[in-house]
T-cell receptor, first 113, second 116 residues
Framework: GQSLEQPSEVTAVEGAIVQINCTYQ??????LSWYQQHDGGAPTFLSY????GLEETGRFSSFLSRSDSYGYLLLQELQMKDSASYFC??????????????FGTGTLLAVQP | GAVVSQHPSWVICKSGTSVKIECRSL??????MFWYRQFPKQSLMLMAT?????????EQGVEKDKFLINHASLTLSTLTVTSAHPEDSSFYIC????????????FGPGTRLTVL
């Protein structure tokens, strides 16, 4: 089966750095994506890693280690507006279809003043 | 960036009725769209893959006769929840794959369905 595990909740203060981990076990793998979702809203794309290493996009960075089936999202200079749920998602060929996303369990980030 | 819309944003219906949800890609053509379901404080669960001009592919455990999907054009996919029951109450989200943006999926704002 497919599984992606994340910590359920993380709390941090404004200005700090936080890392959200994701370990996955899937039958197919094209890459690891990260999405942010505010309560009641649509998931918005943050970052994508197809190869091992670090990808940096502004305050957000994402890392992937395919040999360890592990990735993380790093958020720097935290702001109150970063309080949201964060999901990792594995993109892969499943059941004959390409580019399907299997989502992780999600991490609720609470940023405190 | 690529924009996906959904309509309606919320709907309340009586048990036993059918509800249709529309998903549109506004500024790109999407040969593939996806339908997800999300319960409160839970992750997104993929229900089905919608391919333009062909039958949808449903995930294991999703009833295809209950959740009818039609993808008649390159910018529109519809999900019809037939004979809805209270347990079908959920947040339904669609996404569209933009082949021009590294096959990234762009998500609609979601539709909150409440079945009384």
């Amino acid at each position: 089966g497919q599984s992606l595990e994340q910590p359920s909740e993380v709390t941090a203060v404004e200005g700090a750095i936080v890392q959200i981990n994701c370990t996955y076990q899937t039958s197919g793998f094209y890459g690891l994506s990260w999405y942010q979702q505010h309560d009641g809203g649509a998931p918005t794309f943050l970052s994508y890693n197809a190869l091992d290493g670090l990808e940096e996009t502004g305050r957000f960075s994402s890392f992937l280690s395919r040999s360890d089936s592990y990735g993380y999202l790093l958020l720097q200079e935290l702001q109150m507006k970063d309080s949201a749920s964060y999901f990792c998602a594995v993109r892969g060929p499943y059941g004959g279809a390409t580019n399907k996303l299997i989502f992780g369990t999600g991490t609720l980030l609470a940023v405190q003043p | 960036g690529a924009v996906v819309s959904q309509h309606p944003s919320w709907v309340i219906c009586k048990s036993g009725t059918s509800v249709k949800i529309e998903c549109r890609s506004l500024d790109f053509q999407a040969t593939t769209m996806f339908w997800y379901r999300q319960f409160p404080k839970q992750s997104l669960m993929l229900m089905a893959t919608s391919n333009e001009g062909s039958k949808a592919t449903y995930e294991q455990g999703v009833e295809k006769d209950k959740f009818l999907i039609n993808h008649a054009s390159l910018t529109l996919s519809t999900l019809t929840v037939t004979s809805a029951h209270p347990e079908d109450s959920s947040f339904y989200i669609c996404s569209a794959r933009d082949t021009g943006t590294y096959n990234e999926q762009f998500f609609g704002p979601g539709t909150r369905l409440t079945v009384l």
